[in-house]
Antibody, heavy 122, light 106 residues
Framework: QVQLQESGPGLVKPSETLSLTCSVSGGSLSSYYWSWIRQSPGKGLEWIGYFYYSGSTNYNPSLKSRVTISVDSSKNQFSLNLRSVTAADTAVYYC????????????????WGQGTTVTVSS | SYELTQPLSVSVAQGQTARIPCGGNNIGNKNVHWYQQKPGQAPILVIYRDSNRPSGIPERFSGSNSGKTATLTISRAQAGDEAAYYCQVWDTSLGVFGGGTKLTVL
């Protein structure tokens, strides 16, 4: 059974880069869409972006200028970089995988990591 | 940009049926996914592609989608169903979540 685990610094200074990694165990990165989602304190879910195993990526337009999602297949991991962070980027960050394999378009997010809290503060 | 509208809260008596709506422009033409999130936990997919239940989700959870509204229906509501519920679609391959609905089981 596939499991996802987010990791990275819990505290990032304003204007710096937030970097998180999602480690995948029990399955490979192939044939699925993989997303990052965040949730600000007391707020709803916000989709950040995804990558597809073929190499394509797509980002939330509101974050696109600051976000990069990359993959390290050799380590079965994918990463999120969010540049020039502010207090508004303080949130719980989740990585997630589609429920269905080899779909032409993204679908329901069927597997989630437990989430990691990132605080932006000096 | 595409928007999904959910009521902030819905209440249901234990054992009764809860219906949580999710509105969006021509949402009937999109695949709608639903998530349950309890405090301090990651979301769980309860319905995908409008009306499909992932393995392990009780049959009490069902979904429908037509016109301008998708609906998550929870039959025979239990105390353990109390949670926030989010609808989600992909609009030109961009992920969009509704604002979430807090379900209270009385």
């Amino acid at each position: 059974q596939v499991q996802l685990q987010e990791s990275g610094p819990g505290l990032v200074k304003p204007s710096e880069t937030l970097s998180l990694t999602c480690s995948v165990s029990g399955g490979s990165l192939s044939s699925y869409y993989w997303s990052w989602i965040r949730q600000s304190p007391g707020k709803g879910l916000e989709w950040i972006g995804y990558f597809y195993y073929s190499g394509s990526t797509n980002y939330n337009p509101s974050l696109k200028s600051r976000v990069t999602i990359s993959v390290d297949s050799s380590k079965n991991q994918f990463s999120l970089n969010l540049r020039s962070v502010t207090a508004a980027d303080t949130a719980v960050y989740y990585c997630a995988r589609d429920a269905e394999k080899a779909m032409a378009v993204p679908g329901g997010l069927g597997v989630w990591g437990q989430g990691t809290t990132v605080t932006v503060s000096s | 940009s595409y928007e999904l509208t959910q009521p902030l809260s819905v209440s249901v008596a234990q054992g009764q049926t809860a219906r949580i709506p999710c509105g969006g422009n021509n949402i009937g033409n999109k695949n709608v996914h639903w998530y349950q999130q309890k405090p301090g936990q990651a979301p769980i997919l309860v319905i995908y592609r409008d009306s499909n239940r992932p393995s392990g989700i009780p049959e009490r959870f069902s979904g429908s989608n037509s016109g301008k509204t998708a609906t998550l229906t929870i039959s025979r509501a239990q105390a353990g169903d109390e949670a926030a519920y989010y609808c989600q679609v992909w609009d030109t391959s961009l992920g969009v979540f509704g604002g979430g609905t807090k379900l209270t089981v009385l």
